[in-house]
């Protein structure tokens, strides 16, 4: 798959949480191919202490709008510039980087974390397309925490879970009753790992094909660095350019 170097013309930014920036990039023609799963790497200017490019997940390409999404959770100093970015302005990114999730149609349970919940938004849709059946499960420490519901709703089911139970059912998303009631073709996760160690449990106790998505720290995104690296079945892989996606077969969770 073709990688491009491009700066893109910042048509919108919001802030969907204290914690989170939602940056709507202008793409190019033609549009280039974005597979769900697959993350951007954004070169931070005007930060004095960010000199290495930052990895940012594709949360949704609006091809109608001819956009790339990005959801950024602020939490250094590198996402706080890029919390500052007002339309108008132009980012250099290299993308699109990495291998996504299995598209298929069928059945999908698309289970997410934090802002783990971004690339899942974009496979959900794909899968729709597809004419399979996206079903969300998203879990966060409290309501609050749970970024542009309006979107997964409009896409497929949208279940959560909160930890203090200020939405949908109490708990971490492994205790939903959904786990009991219904039952898929396929489960794709990303969040922190020990919450996407938690569903591949459930996973292979279910006999159920499950992907997660690493977020192993990535410097260079091309797989030269080597900061990425995660032990596999198969040896060790850089997660960017391997990953980020993988079967969980194939790893040590």
Request: charge should be neutral; glycine fraction near 10%; aromatic fraction near 6%.
């Amino acid at each position: 798959m073709k990688k491009y170097q491009s700066r893109l013309l910042v048509n919108e930014v919001t802030h969907p949480s204290a914690k989170h920036v939602l940056v709507k990039l202008a793409l190019e023609e033609p549009l280039p191919e974005i597979k769900a799963g697959q993350f951007v790497e954004i070169l931070v200017e005007n930060s004095v202490s960010t000199f290495l490019r930052r990895p940012i997940s594709v949360h949704y390409v609006d091809e109608a709008r001819k956009e790339l999404w990005l959801l950024i959770a602020v939490v250094g100093d590198g996402t706080r510039t890029l919390a500052t970015l007002k339309a108008g302005d132009t980012l250099d990114i290299v993308f699109p980087l990495g291998n996504g999730f299995t598209i298929e149609k069928c059945r999908t349970l698309l289970v997410g974390g934090g802002v783990g919940v971004a690339p899942l938004l974009y496979a959900g849709k794909k899968i729709r397309e597809l004419g399979g059946e996206p079903v969300f499960l998203l879990g966060a420490r409290t309501a609050g925490d749970l970024i542009g519901m309006d979107m997964f709703r409009n896409i497929g089911q949208t279940l959560t879970t909160t930890e203090d139970g200020t939405d949908g059912e109490k708990g971490f998303v492994t205790d939903h009753s959904i786990w009991q009631t219904e039952t898929f073709d396929r489960i794709a996760v990303c969040g922190p790992k020990p919450m996407m160690a938690a569903v591949a449990k459930k996973a292979r106790q279910l006999g159920t094909r499950c992907e997660v998505s690493l977020e192993n720290m990535m410097a260079c995104g091309l797989g030269a660095c080597l900061c990425c690296v995660e032990k596999t079945t198969e040896g060790n892989v850089c997660v960017c350019k391997d990953g980020p996606v993988f079967d969980i077969e194939k790893l040590y969770i």
